[in-house]
């Protein structure tokens, strides 16, 4: 199965991410992670997007989609990827059906983490004292939060659309929000 993880910076994608690829053998692409690694490895591509990045504002969709594209199409994760981070927008959104339909795959469910603009905030400072990520200060987490709003309700209404939208209480502690995971993906499964 394929699964979206979708929601606002800091409502804890890569958490429960992490937590679905060790209980089920998925994996995890996280468009962040892989635009943060060309920044760190110091690419072409990585001084391109850095000012952006720090800025809160989405990457070009070209850039983003050609990262995603090697994944997609290859047979080691095929069937078996929890998109992080993406899709962002309603075009990126179609993108990727268009790619995975070439590999004859589909998204099999979309769960969105839902979780105030104050708990992002506060997750956001304390991941900053954390991992120590450029783009984690308030400034740039407000930002980030209304890059996402302005774009992600195309997004949710394109899955909702087709069957697949699942909202989950991001806000919940996180064994709870794992259980409730556990259960929709079971019973996607049939498991349940
Ligand atoms: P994230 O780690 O998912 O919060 O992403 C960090 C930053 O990477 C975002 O604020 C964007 O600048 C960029 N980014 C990540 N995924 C995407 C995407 N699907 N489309 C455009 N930009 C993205």
Redesign the pocket.
Known sequence: MNIIIFGP?GAG??TQSKFIVNKYGLYQL????L??KEIEDKTELGSK?TE??NS??????E??SSLIEKFVSNDTYKNKIIF??????LS?ANNLDNLLKQSKQKIDIVLKLSVSLETVKERILERQTLEKRA?DNELVAIK?YK?YEKSSEQVLDYYKKSNLLKVVNGEAAIPDINSEISVLIDTIKGWL
């Open positions: 910076p994608k890569g996280s468009t962040g992670d635009l943060r997007i952006i990045m809160g504002e989405l990457v070009s969709d850039i983003v992080d981070g993406y899709p962002r927008n990126q783009d980030r890059t």
